[in-house]
């Protein structure tokens, strides 16, 4: 048990979909992030956000929108996915996004058809 | 800009072996330097780190150095389990970015 969690654990989606991702951490963090992970690729970081507030965004496409409502929370909306957005979707939280150590939930695997 | 770039695997043992798996990295200033490991389906957890040079981080008997003269941090372990089977992840921290940039993770196999 990592203390952050993520749900669905799984997805499947047409190109049309709209769907979220959500993600909990009950550590007590104020720093939240959202990864892709694809296969033979390293991990992409796409969001960052520290006290609710976003601080980083990677040049990730306008149709990932996340949303975090309260230090707790974290939420990936979907909509018009590509198949080539197929990938593993890890969520951290960190106490601080000050060089602190990483806690990574177990992550959504998304297929996009 | 920061990289790090580990040991293509698979890295295929048998139990009990020795294990090196290599990662060198590039960044400006000083990064601390992480391992995490991924077990299958699941996400990526921490298995040791290192804030400075000549820090050695040590878990579940896994060893890694901060070298900064090679700018490396090789994961080692002594002795291999079936257990240890997973991808291993080498990552550091730039205090300029506030991010952590990662390898492209070594998948380890160790058989019986």
């Known amino acids: 048990e990592t203390g952050v969690t993520q749900t669905p654990r799984h997805l499947v989606m047409g190109m049309t979909n709209k769907k979220s991702l959500k993600c909990e951490q009950h550590?007590?963090?104020?720093?939240m992030y959202w990864y892709k992970q694809s296969a033979k690729k390293p991990l992409e970081l796409m969001f960052v956000y520290s006290l609710e507030e976003r601080v980083e965004n990677n040049s990730v496409p306008s149709r990932f929108s996340p949303e975090c409502p309260n230090s707790s929370h974290l939420f990936l909306h979907l909509h018009t996915l590509q198949p080539e957005d197929s990938a593993l979707y890890l969520c951290?939280?960190?106490?601080?996004?000050?060089?602190?150590?990483?806690?990574f939930g177990p992550g959504t695997r998304l297929l996009v058809l | 800009g920061n990289s790090v770039t580990q040991m293509e695997g698979p890295v295929t043992l048998s139990e009990e072996a020795f294990l090196t798996i290599n990662c060198t990295y590039t960044?400006?200033?000083?990064?601390?330097l992480f391992w995490y490991v991924q077990y299958p389906g699941e996400g990526l957890q921490l298995l040791l780190k290192a804030t400075k040079a000549d820090d050695k981080g040590s878990n579940k008997g896994f060893e890694a150095t901060y070298r900064k003269e090679t700018t490396s941090f090789h994961l080692e372990k002594g002795s291999v389990q079936v257990s240890d089977s997973a991808v291993y992840f080498c990552?550091?921290?730039?205090?300029?970015?506030?991010?952590?940039?990662f390898g492209k993770g070594t998948m380890l196999l160790v058989s019986p």
């Open positions: 990552a550091l921290s730039d205090i300029r970015y506030s991010t952590l940039t």
């Open positions: 951290a939280s960190s106490l601080d996004r000050e060089l602190e150590t990483q806690y």
């Open positions: 960044a400006t200033g000083y990064p601390s």
């Open positions: 550590l007590g963090h104020n720093a």
